[in-house]
């Protein structure tokens, strides 16, 4: 009998009936657009895939996405999708949070998520301010940011997220921008194909409470102001005329116009020192921002551990049943 060959997917097998809900310009229609054009190429049922957010403009994802999907609770989506990798390991499942979000309300499960090197995709949108609620400062935000929640300006010193999730023991950790759309999938495939927790920074405009936050790496001089991190490659930026080199524990740049390429800095995606380093350059006033891998490593992930930790109780004490321990150990009975 001759197999029956179904057609591959598209991305508009991934695009869901529901209008999309978003703020005309804003950065999370190109987010979603390239998460729908990316999915198809790993080669997998639209049933594999599950979406998972919390609260906030990009947790209305999951509607979006013609796959399984949760919309849960404010910052608790790390976790809901930790039960969902759980209770079928085979699932590709994603979490898609906010700056607000993941790092307010929801940084405890965040922080442990990565800790634990959940096999999770976690899609950080940072816009540096809350969206939904209509313009506060967020985790994200800059020193002295002014809005209707800070009018004299915030006295909060911001978040990095990636020195956070680096400092959270993440194995894998990168950053992208929204309207960088061939970096944004590429970033979309290395995420999927990292066996762990990986963590993908992505820079999102919101035009209507904080339009422009990221002008400087999407206007004109973007090449000037960005570096993109590839592993095993020079650290070069402004089109191949500076770079990074170290002096110390130090990055400073250096113009390759007058200096040699051999002193600048070979980026290792593997080197947690480094990584610190790089993280630590958004807040840096000359610097460049990094955009790309700045950590991968492989390790044990804990869906894996914990199947394996069943499967050897199992094995010594067999399966069991839940009756059963609910009535082992001391019972009474109440008259």
């Known amino acids: 009998m001759n197999e ?3 057609p591959p997917l598209t991305k508009k097998d991934f695009e869901s009936d529901q209008a999309v809900r978003w703020c005309p310009g804003c950065g999370d229609y190109a987010i979603l657009a390239q998460t729908q054009k990316k999915m198809p190429s790993f ?3 639209r049933e ?3 979406f998972v957010a919390g609260i906030g403009c990009s947790s209305r994802f999951p509607y979006y996405m013609n796959t399984y999907g949760f919309h ?11 039960g969902v990798k759980i209770a079928n390991p085979d699932l590709s499942v994603w979490v898609v949070t906010g700056d607000g979000d993941g790092l307010s309300i929801g940084g405890n499960h965040f922080m442990h998520c990565l800790r634990r090197n959940m096999d999770l995709n976690i899609l950080m949108f940072n816009n540096r301010i809350y969206g939904l609620t209509k313009g506060q ?3 994200t935000s800059e020193l ?6 800070s009018p004299f300006g915030s006295i909060d010193y911001p978040l990095n997220p990636p020195s956070l999730a680096l400092g959270a023991q993440a194995t894998f950790v990168a950053r992208t921008i929204d309207r960088w759309q061939k970096h944004l ?9 990292h066996d762990g927790a990986s963590f993908t920074e992505i820079y999102q405009n919101c035009n209507i409470f904080n339009d422009g936050a990221f002008e400087e790496y999407t206007g004109a001089d973007k090449f000037n102001n960005v570096i993109e991190l590839k592993h095993n490659e020079p650290m070069v930026f402004a089109k191949g005329t500076k770079g990074i080199k170290l002096e110390g524990s130090t990055a400073v740049i250096v113009d390759l116009e007058k200096s040699s390429i051999d002193e600048v800095l070979i980026h290792d995606e593997t080197n947690l020192d480094m990584a610190h380093i790089i993280a630590n350059w958004t807040t840096h006033p000359i610097l460049p921002e990094p955009i790309g891998v700045i950590y991968c490593i492989q390790k044990p992930t804990y869906n894996e551990e914990m199947v394996n930790q069943i499967d050897a109780a199992k094995k010594m004490r067999g399966s069991g049943k839940v009756q059963d321990l609910l ?5 009474w009975v109440v008259d």
């Not at 609770?73 to 809901?80: C, D, K, N, S």
């Not at 002295?144 to 929640?149: D, I, L, M, N, P």
């Not at 999938?185 to 194909?193: D, F, H, T, V």
């Open 4 to 6: 029956i060959q179904t």
């Open 185 to 193: 999938a590429e970033m979309m495939e290395r995420s999927y194909a």
């Open 144 to 149: 002295g940011k002014k809005t209707k929640a």
């Open 48 to 50: 594999e895939f599950v």
């Open 72 to 82: 849960t609770i404010h910052g608790r989506a790390p976790a809901v999708a930790t």
């Open 137 to 139: 400062y967020s985790p």
């Open 43 to 45: 080669g997998r049922k």
């Open 327 to 331: 009535n082992a150990g001391d019972t």
